[in-house]
């Protein structure tokens, strides 16, 4: 098994595991002007995510709350650390940066500084049936800024 | 089990089957995932090919030689289900796509036209979406009521509380035989004959039945059996309704279309004879064949030595995972076959797939569709070891040894 | 035609086709059945049996290797489906168990619940049984009507009359794409543009029309279109039910069953969006992995190609029975395709197709499971040879030839 | 073809040629007391047979009507001839005895004078999906007489 090893801690890297085991922002915002659900019928992640927007069309907080494997997680965590701050449109177009990058083969494209972490996600790509864990939270931050009513699924 | 299993050895039916003699991830693959489809030899395989590069044709209705051979091999192989499950008549025999569509079949055609509201189907709490979402459909249709039979924290039904919400009102009862997700062996010897003595139809889910016990519709009294080809080693897209003769001869048809007829006018139509009027258009010939050759290949080994062999191996893989550290064992009936359920440490089930995966190790993991028993224990998942008899000790060892791997790497 | 079909040589094709290289009754084969069954390219036989030494497990709610590389072959078949009809998104593909499964689940999905008494479905009198006796069925349910537009002498739908009888009371129409006891290639662009105008949906039953034409659903604009995976060179138990992704979405489930569900709950259970929600159960995975390998091998000779070849090869047949003595041609439409029925002087059926076998030629006998047609044209049955792009004249010689010797014998 | 020929003469015999072309005892029988419809739904043959039996239980007389391939009408039409004059009783030994003889591959075992002409199906057997046209009259007579309300079926 010692070449098994070092993949699978690509995959199950520190900061992932760390995500997953201390999830921030994690749990209910009471003030959420928008809000979305994220189901993966597949290992049974549920998913809920809220987001303040002000005035301005500025994140200003971000939270989600449900259950999942340590991917799914993971990924929800480093999501709302990437984006709170950030304008809606600006928030959208990470998502869809990262959903390129996860579900691609080209080659990796820097990221800017405030989505620097989100690299810890990149060891799914050679796990063809693990994408959709970690691109979960981002399909509901993109239905839930374009107030789609329908829960997002990876199906 | 005991003396005799103990000469019995899966060496020899391992090589039969060519897809476990491969590498995943640069390991020999360890195939635990037989509950939700199993391996086939290369009996069923090749039956399935030569049929396709020399007989095939359409059935029932040609007079040219490929047509006629297609028919005497599909018709055959209804026979080979026949004596296999030990059915009175050929007539009882209905070929579907599977367990799913049986379970469909007799919710739509027996019980749609029948049951009226306040009506009863009782099932338990540990079926099959498959034995629980057409009776929810029907019920909806009908204003009946589905009455859900409770289980303990082994996961056994509880006999005489499913017994006790035995009324007048109960119009079908269905359950699994055996569950795919826990494993319990339910008893349905003893609803049976409760049933009966009440004049209450039975249906028992027999997917994970006919894989692993010698199953005999005529001693075990059921009014319905559904099974699946794929979970016998056999080809998807196949399975059997076996069904009591008098009763589907009192249903209406299923499907409408080709060859469930006699007789097609705009004015009239004068349904087929059983088993035909419940096969509606071209089935499926070439998977039929497969498995009239699964069929074959399991009676070659037979269906005692097989549920011998792996009573063996699963009480032997239920000791080796207890003594794993941190492992929560979900489903420990009394009565338990060839599928454990379980969960290690707090790592997730999908993450524990994975792990193992990457080490060759292939289990299931996730609700293994049936949610509701996911909730009785307050899951969202498990991850589920399940055995077919061409598993062996050596893969409970590799099993258990990724185990250990994967609380290393989470630790 | 003309031209640029005459560079084409079906002998290339025909070495694909293992089972066209036997012998019947000490003669080479003609197949002439292939409106009933069609035979599979080697590549079609090679792939279901590869996928299933290698690549086999159940799909969807796996995280192993072989669950995924299962998933993947299975979801990529449903995307060669899309690209070889043009439907506008994979939602739209369900995958079912043939034509006949397609249809009835249009007509107990959609149209059981909202049919009302004094509705009409409206169909023509060339339909197969598939497409006749589900909709007898429904209308019996729901107290619907059933109303049947005329065919011609020639064979032909009659335009007009089918035009006349859609009023506001026609719920939907159904009709082949071509007919498969005629040959008769029916106006569904001129009913479908009507039908559209007013607002009806309509299916058309293309069992016939996916093997012979290059059939584009976008293009079409119908609403339905159904078709089966062993008529176009694939495995049994395959088929396809496009549907408009709005109509298939306010639809509720066909059958009940694993993956057809996000959420199950005794309380409330929550269908799969679109296409799972009418996929129930374990679906045929090495069958639709075939019928991708089908789709790629029709592709790779074009259906352009293939439909010019054949229609060459089909008047060219029409022209030589013409010829014979004592032959009466049934169905003669202006547009016609792949089939030729026919009777020899007062020969029965049955007696004609059992001498043609005796001399290597498989023609099918009998009804068609198209009663309706004989009835009008007040005969039990008739004669069927049937192309593929496979045949050659030389079928085509050995056809008349056998027709000759089968008018010594009863002379 | 040279070698195809002379089985399929086998088949179709000169007898039954004849008996397909002229069927003997053609049409309803008025006052029949026993009757039973065949279908195979295989070719579509369709039959109906009559017989009038007396107080004796003798057969007094038969008919059949409908329509079919060559080997059901001749069948019938031979069946006819066969089984006037029988005792119910021996007309449905006979109707066994044919069946087997043209479903088994036994050796053809000596018949009574007056089935003798039924040997003219024996051509059947070398065309196993011929068979059932050859005994559905046979099962039909078997209907009639034990009273059988279902029509009789070859499937
Ligand atoms: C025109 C037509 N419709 C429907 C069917 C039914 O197809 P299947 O038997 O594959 O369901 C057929 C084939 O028999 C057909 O030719
Ligand atoms: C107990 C049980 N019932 C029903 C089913 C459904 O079988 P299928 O998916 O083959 O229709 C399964 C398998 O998934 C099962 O394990």
Known sequence: MSDAAPDMQ??????????????????RLEDATHTADGINPLCGDKLRLYFRVDASGTIESSSFEGSGCA?????????TEAVTGLEVDD????????STR??????????DAHLENLKALDGVRAYPSRVKCATLAWHALQAALTNDTQPATTE | MGATAKTVTATDWRADFPALDQSVHGQPLVYLDSAASAQQPAAVIDAVASYQREDHANVHRGVHTLSH?????????RDKVRDFINAKSRSEIVLTSGTTESINLVAQSFCRPRLQPGDKILITHLEHHANIVPWQLVCEQTGAELVVAPINERGEVELDSLLG??????????????SNALGTVCPVEKVIEHARQRGIPVLIDGAQGVPHLDVDVQALDCDFYAFSGHKMFGPTGTGVLYGREAI???????????DMILEVSFDKTIYN?????FEAGTPNISGVVGLGAAVDYLQSIGMQTIARYEQKLHDHMVARLSNVDGMRLIGQARRKASVQSFLLDDIHSHDLGTILDHQGVAIRTGHHCAMPVMQYFGVSGTCRASLAFYNTHDDIDRLVAALDKARELFA
Request: negative net charge.
């Open chain 2, 165 to 178: 919400l035995i009324d007048d009102r109960v119009f079908l009862i269905g359950m699994a035989h055996i």
């Open chain 1, 102 to 111: 996860l579900t691609t083969a080209a080659p990796y494209a820097n990221l």
């Open chain 1, 91 to 98: 928030a959208k177009s990470c998502s869809a940066t990262i």
């Open chain 2, 69 to 77: 051979r297609a028919t005497e091999a599909y018709e055959g192989a």
């Open chain 2, 273 to 277: 004879e059983l088993p035909y009027k």
């Open chain 1, 71 to 79: 991917i799914s997680i993971a990924s929800a965590s480093l999501l």
């Open chain 2, 248 to 258: 589907l001869d009192a249903m209406p048809p299923w499907q409408g279309g080709g």
């Open chain 1, 10 to 27: 690509d995959l199950y890297r520190e900061l992932v595991i760390d995500h997953s085991r201390n999830p921030r922002h994690f749990g």
